[in-house]
Every structure is written in structure tokens, then in C-alpha cells.
């Protein structure tokens, strides 16, 4: 299956097969149980990120430097030509000679769409504005396979802000890969786009809207929480931005294999004396994005991993 991966650029989950997301974690999980040589010791990635970011930029190259390769880039885009007047295309097309790879974050939705049209180079979307975050999808959907075993059939909540949350996007189109049960809890405006509801209802999804968090946490494998994006509300009520925090208390009755994942960074929405429970895998989480990158990286550079060179 490696030939679909070969020089692929990543620009939504919507793309991904079912299969083609399976390999691709069998991938992380033998960068994640082995020591691989320097297997692109002659490529070079570049990160363009036009917003901030910190586990998504790091861990992308530490994945590359554990790979052996090389890094080039910049971490927002105030000391680049785009403070000139200079387009994104133009900018993704130049970038496109300098790499082999090119990682892009930008605030705008389009901006993935319009990178991939201006380079043969490979690119990966590290978040278009509101859209998708796809390799979070990938080190998400990694850490529920290490708890949960199989992804097929898992019943997962949703809690926090399901509108300009763009892990939960790409992550629910996975979940309807796998026949997942999804449980949606947000505040009041903040509920999951209605295209993404729509699609869910077209696999056949089941979902259902909640406003208690104790009532589902009993019949679930994963929580999924989310910070509120800040930066995207007009709501000037403080209450607002206090909705859901997770307790100790509301996870009195859930079921011991329930695992709580987190994309980070986090606010106030998870009570960090949860940090120490059985429950809490959101650091695992994070330190999985290295090795879910260093899959995809070695894939669509080189191609499929065996366990024969450990």
C-alpha cells in the first residue's frame, strides 16, 4: 500500500480510507517500539506555521531529526516576505524547491487547498483555520488503538468547543470509519457544524446531543475534551468559559478502561488533579504525535516500515 503514500500531500481525513488510516498507525507503532536509522538522512522538512503552536511544530521535527533528516522553517509569519505583500502560493511554490515535505499552519481555511496547488512538493496540513487538524487525528486515533485495542465500534463524547475546534473535525470524520458511537456536548453556539452532522448522518453515524456529562461518562471508552477557542468568541459572559471542567467527581462512575484525551493546550476545562488518575492519558497522548509523524513522514518520503532493520 505504500504507492498511495508516496509524495502524498495530507489535507483532510475526509481522504483517508479506513485502511489507509490502519497502516498508517501500524507505521507509528513501529517507530514507536524500535530504534530506526537515519532513514532520511538526505531529506529536508519545512514548517510554516503562520500561528502558533508548540506540541504540532515540535513534534514534527523532532520526528524528522530522529529520522536523521533535516529542518528548515519558521514558527509564525511576521519575519517572513508575507509581511511584503507576498502571497501564500507564491511562498508555498518557493518553499517547495528548498524541501521535501512542507508542513503548513495558517488561519485560513483555504490555505491548505491553495498550498497543494502550488507545489509538487508534498504538504501536510498542521490546521487550516477552523477546518481540520489531520495528524492530530492520526496521533488521537494511535492512542485509543494502545487503550481500547480496536478502534472499531468505541463510543466517545465530545466536550467543550465543537464548532471552532478543528481536531474534533478531523477526528470525527475518522470515527465514522471505524462505526464509532458519538456523543456531543457543547455549550449553546458551539455545537459541531451542520455539514459535519450531515456527513455523519450519511454513514449512518450514531449520535446524540447532551448537556450532562455524568449521564454518558458510564457508557464510554474515550473522552474527548477540547478548550474553548478564545480567540474566536465575542461572548463577554464569564460563565461562559467556565462550562464543563472536568472533576474527579464526575468520574466516580466511569468504567476503568475509560481513557480522557486532550489535544492541548489545556485551560481550566480538566481539574489537573485528574493528571495522576488511570484515567488521564493526555500527556501519552502528546508524546505519541512524535512517532504517528514519524510514520507519516517516513511513508510518504520512503515508503512502508518492516520490523526486519530493528
Known amino acids: ?32 517500539n524500535s530504534t530506526p536509522p537515519p532513514l532520511l ?72 487547498h491553495l498550498a497543494h496547488k502550488s507545489t509538487k ?13 489531520p495528524t492530530q487525528t492520526l496521533t488521537d486515533l494511535f492512542t485509543m488503538q494502545e487503550t481500547q485495542k480496536d478502534l472499531q465500534g468505541l463510543s466517545i463524547a465530545f466536550v467543550g468547543d465543537l464548532k471552532y475546534g478543528r481536531t474534533v473535525h478531523s477526528l470525527c470524520f475518522a470515527c465514522a470509519l471505524f462505526g464509532m458511537r458519538l456523543f456531543f456536548c457543547a455549550p449553546d453556539g458551539l455545537s459541531l457544524p451542520q ?40 461572548s463577554t459572559d464569564p460563565t461562559f468559559f467556565n462550562l464543563y471542567p472536568l472533576k474527579l467527581a464526575h468520574l466516580v462512575n466511569a468504567p476503568s478502561h475509560l481513557k480522557i484525551l486532550h489535544p492541548l493546550p489545556r485551560n481550566n476545562e480538566i481539574d489537573p488533579l485528574i493528571d495522576h488518575t488511570p484515567f488521564a492519558h493526555y500527556f501519552q497522548q502528546a508524546e505519541n504525535g512524535v512517532y504517528t509523524r514519524m510514520g507519516l513522514l517516513h511513508t510518504i518520503l520512503q515508503g512502508s516500515l518492516k520490523y526486519d532493520y530493528v
Open 195 to 234: 455539514e459535519l452532522l450531515a456527513h455523519l448522518t450519511r454513514k449512518k453515524i450514531q449520535f446524540s446531543f447532551h448537556q450532562n456529562l455524568d449521564e454518558i461518562i458510564p457508557r464510554l471508552d474515550i473522552l474527548y475534551i477540547t478548550r474553548l477557542q478564545t480567540h474566536k468568541l465575542t
Open 1 to 32: 500500500m505504500n504507492h498511495t503514500f508516496r509524495n502524498r500531500s495530507v489535507i483532510s481525513m475526509e481522504n483517508f480510507s479506513s485502511q489507509e488510516i490502519l497502516y498508517l498507525l501500524e507505521q507509528a507503532h513501529i517507530m514507536k
Open 121 to 133: 512538493t508534498p504538504v501536510i496540513n498542521a490546521g487550516n483555520g477552523t477546518e481540520e487538524h
Open 41 to 112: 538522512r538526505t531529506s529536508i522538512l519545512a514548517t510554516c506555521f503562520y500561528e502558533p503552536s508548540t506540541r504540532t511544530r515540535l513534534s514534527f521535527e523532532t520526528a524528522m531529526l530522529k529520522l536523521g533528516g533535516r529542518v528548515i522553517g519558521f514558527p509564525d509569519g511576521k519575519n517572513t516576505a508575507a509581511q511584503k505583500g507576498e502571497s501564500l502560493e507564491d511562498t508555498i511554490r518557493v518553499i517547495g524547491s528548498f524541501a521535501d515535505v512542507i508542513i503548513l499552519r495558517h488561519p485560513s481555511k483555504e490555505s491548505i
